[in-house]
């Protein structure tokens, strides 16, 4: 089955303890992009990668790291997390292929830094 | 810079009602159009898209026309059920913008909840 899968789902940690959310895809994409979704404000990009050790970043960057040393992972990295990243994440991949816009979706991980 | 503006929810209807859920975007290009979808619990799915103005997106009941003149994708649905009650999310794509990385510019998402 395809399938965007993130780990952990759920999360609940302390301010300055580092974090890794991880992401792997089995559709051979080549575009892997990570998002937090806050009320109102809808989903704004963190970064993304276009291919194996590619990345970049996107509206929201400060406080994340990413790497991306195989095609399928893509793991987020909160070096300290802060109360502000309190947040739902969502990892998306896609075939890099212009406007067709169908990216596909993890099922969220919700975190809360104390 | 590209943006999505959705009309703020919840939006709360009877089962069987006409549900609209406006979108109106701006962006520096042509971009594509889509509407996503996001069930209680899970992470967003693609409903249906529109690739240029004029075109007509459908999926499930749903539809939207890209109006290039009213720069709008509103969506549109004759007669909802319970199973529809989600968030929807109105997203434009536009690779001639600056930010080509970002694939999608989303707007703020619109709840609906259908009553039995």
């Known amino acids: 089955e395809a399938q965007v899968t993130q780990n952990p789902r759920y999360l609940i940690t302390v301010t300055g303890k580092k974090l890794t959310v991880t992401c792997s895809q089995n559709?051979?994409?080549?575009?892997m992009s990570w998002y937090r979704q806050d009320p109102g404000l809808g989903l704004r990009q963190i970064y993304y990668s276009m291919n194996v050790e590619v990345t970049d970043k996107g509206d929201v960057p400060e406080g994340y790291k990413v790497s991306r040393k195989e095609k399928r992972n893509f793991p987020l990295i909160l070096e300290s997390p802060s109360p502000n990243q309190t947040s739902l994440y969502f990892c998306?991949?896609?075939?890099?292929?212009?406007?067709?816009?169908?990216?596909?979706f993890g099922e969220g991980s919700r975190l809360t830094v104390l | 810079g590209n943006s999505v503006t959705q009309m703020e929810g919840p939006v709360t209807l009877s089962e069987e009602a006409f549900l609209t859920i406006n979108c109106t975007y701006t962006a520096t290009g042509y971009p594509s159009l889509f509407w996503y979808v996001q069930y209680p619990g899970e992470g967003l799915q693609l409903l249906l898209k529109a690739t240029k103005a004029d075109d007509k997106g459908s999926n499930k009941g749903f539809e939207a026309t890209y109006r290039k003149e009213t720069t709008s994708f509103h969506l549109e649905k004759g007669s909802v059920q319970v199973s529809d009650s989600a968030v929807y999310f109105c997203?434009?794509?536009?690779?001639?913008?600056?930010?080509?990385?970002?694939?999608?510019?989303f707007g703020g998402g619109t709840r609906l909840m259908v009553k039995p």
């Open positions: 998306a991949s896609s075939l890099w292929t212009g406007n067709t816009g169908e990216l596909f």
């Open positions: 559709m051979n994409h080549e575009y």
């Open positions: 997203a434009l794509s536009d690779l001639s913008s600056d930010n080509a990385g970002n694939m999608l510019t």
